[in-house]
C-alpha cells in the first residue's frame, strides 16, 4: 500500500503510510516540517504514534543540522536476530528452563554486570575499544559526568544487558518451524544521559544565539559547523556503536543460555542488528541529507531488517524495497495504541495471560503495559508498507523475556 495521508499544512509536506493516527501525532509531524531544517518533505511509517521529542515512527531529513530530541534518549536502539539449526521438536516440551536461564545469563530491567565480572572477561574486551571514545566526550562535557555516578564502570557493567520497558529476549519459530533468536535493546543508560544533556544543550544554544525557537522546543537544533554539533554528532555516534556491541555481546550471552538445552546446534548466515533511533548520513533526492529514524528502521533495496510485533503476536524478517518517498524506511514495530497508563487501566494480569497463552514469558502486573492489545495489529501495519518492504519470514514466539 502507498501513502494514505499527506499532510500540507506545514512548510514542507508530511506523507503518511496510514490512516491510523491521533491527532497530537499529526500536530508533531507538523512541527517537525514547520522547521527551516526539514525537507523534501517528512515521512511516516504505519507505526507512527506520539513521542516523546518528537514522533515514533517519523523519518526526518535533515539539511546541515541535526535534532537530538528527534533521535531520542534511546541512542542506537534497535533489534538483533539469528537464525538457528535447531528446529521446534528440538525446544523442550517446558520452556520455563530456557527462560530462567536466559533470565540469569542477562541481566534486565534495573540490573546490570558486576563490575567484578566484567573486569578482563570478554564483555569488557569487547567493549574497550569505545573506551578513548567515550574518555574524550566526558573530558570535553564534565556535565555528563554528573549525571550518572561512577560512569567509568558504569557503561561498562550496562553492555551485555537488556534494560526494561518494551525491549525484549525471544526465542522464535519461522514458517517452516526452525528456531531464532532475536533482541530488542539500545545504548541504555549512557546512552540515555547524552541524550538527555544534548537536548537540552540544543535548547540553551538557540536561546543565547538569539535564534527563533520551534514552537515545539524540543524541536531545537544544532547546525553544521558548530561545535556542539560536532560534538553531539561524535557523543551520538558513539552511543549507535555502544548499541550494536551490546546486542551483540547480549546473543551471545543468550546462546550460551541455550546450549545446555537443546541438542548441538550452529548459527546460519542470517544475522541482522539494525538501529531504529539513529541517524544516518545519506542521498535522497540529488541532497546530501541526515536521516534520523525514530522508531523506523533503514529498508534500501535488498536490505534485512526485523519488524517485532508485540509480545504474543508474529514478528517479520524483512527485505527493503528501496521506496524513495520513505527515504528508503520502514516500520520498527507494530506501534502502541495505548500509552503505557493508559494499558494499566485498561488491562490486568488476566487478559495479559490470556492474550499471551502458548508463551512462555511474565504474566505479572509489571509488564500489563506490554500487552499485545497495547499495540497497533501488526498485520494492519504489515499491510501498509507493501510498497516498503517485503516479507521474507514470519516468526512466532515461544518464549519472550522481558525487563
Known amino acids: 500500500m502507498a501513502i494514505q495521508i499527506e499532510l500540507t499544512k506545514a512548510r514542507v509536506p508530511v506523507k503518511i503510510w496510514t490512516t491510523d493516527v491521533d491527532s497530537k501525532a499529526l500536530d508533531q509531524l507538523l512541527n517537525a516540517a514547520d522547521l527551516p531544517i526539514v525537507g523534501p518533505h517528512v515521512a511516516a511509517m504505519p507505526d507512527v504514534h506520539v513521542g516523546i521529542g518528537a514522533t515514533v515512527g517519523s523519518v526526518i531529513p ?11 534518549v534511546d541512542i542506537g536502539c534497535g533489534m538483533n536476530a ?15 528452563p530456557i527462560r530462567s536461564a536466559i533470565e540469569k545469563a542477562v541481566p534486565v530491567g534495573f540490573n546490570q554486570h558486576e563490575f567484578s565480572k566484567v573486569k578482563g572477561a570478554a564483555v569488557e574486551k569487547a567493549a574497550r575499544k569505545l573506551s578513548p571514545r567515550l574518555d574524550a566526550i566526558m573530558q570535553k562535557h564534565t556535565g555528563l559526568t554528573k549525571m550518572t555516578k561512577d560512569w567509568q564502570r558504569h557503561w561498562l557493567c550496562q553492555v551485555g544487558t537488556l534494560g526494561g520497558g518494551n525491549h525484549f529476549i525471544e526465542i ?25 544533556y544534548f537536548i537540552n544543550a540544543a535548547q540553551a544554544d538557540m536561546r543565547r544565539h538569539q535564534l527563533n525557537l520551534p514552537t515545539d522546543r524540543d524541536l531545537c537544533y544544532f547546525s553544521e559547523g558548530s561545535e556542539l554539533f560536532d560534538d553531539y554528532v561524535e557523543a551520538m555516534y558513539w552511543a549507535q556503536d555502544y548499541a550494536l556491541i551490546n546486542r551483540a555481546v547480549m546473543m551471545e550471552a543468550v546462546i550460551a ?17 539494525c538501529h531504529h533511533n539513529y541517524v544516518s548520513e545519506e542521498t ?10 525514530k522508531g523506523a528502521i533503514s529498508a534500501q533495496a535488498g536490505q534485512l531488517g526485523i519488524i517485532p510485533g508485540s509480545m504474543g503476536a508474529k514478528s517479520f524478517i524483512v527485505r527493503g524495497l528501496g521506496n524513495e518517498q520513505s527515504f528508503c524506511s520502514c516500520s520498527h514495530g507494530a506501534g502502541r495504541k495505548f500509552s503505557r497508563t493508559a494499558a494499566k487501566k485498561q488491562f490486568d494480569t488476566h487478559d495479559l495471560a490470556e492474550q499471551t497463552a502458548g508463551v512462555e514469558c511474565r504474566k505479572d502486573e509489571g509488564v500489563v503495559d506490554e500487552i499485545p492489545a497495547a499495540y497497533k495489529d501488526i498485520d494492519v501495519v504489515m499491510a501498509n508498507q507493501t510498497d516498503l518492504v517485503e516479507v521474507v519470514h514470519t516468526l512466532k514466539q515461544v518464549v519472550c523475556i522481558k525487563g
Open 82 to 96: 539469528v537464525r538457528l539449526s535447531l528446529n521446534a521438536r528440538d525446544l523442550p516440551d517446558n520452556l520455563k
Open 284 to 293: 535522497h533526492f540529488g541532497q546530501d541529507l541526515f536521516i534520523t529514524r
Open 62 to 72: 535533515t539539511a546541515n543540522a541535526i535534532i537530538p530530541a528527534a533521535v531520542g
Open 257 to 273: 543460555a541455550l546450549k545446555p538445552h537443546v541438542p548441538p546446534f550452529t548459527v546460519t548466515s542470517e544475522a541482522i542488528n
Open 172 to 196: 522464535c519459530l519461522d514458517e517452516a518451524d526452525q528456531v531464532w533468536i532475536m533482541l530488542h535493546s539500545g545504548s541504555r543508560g549512557t546512552g540515555n544521559i547524552i541524550g538527555r
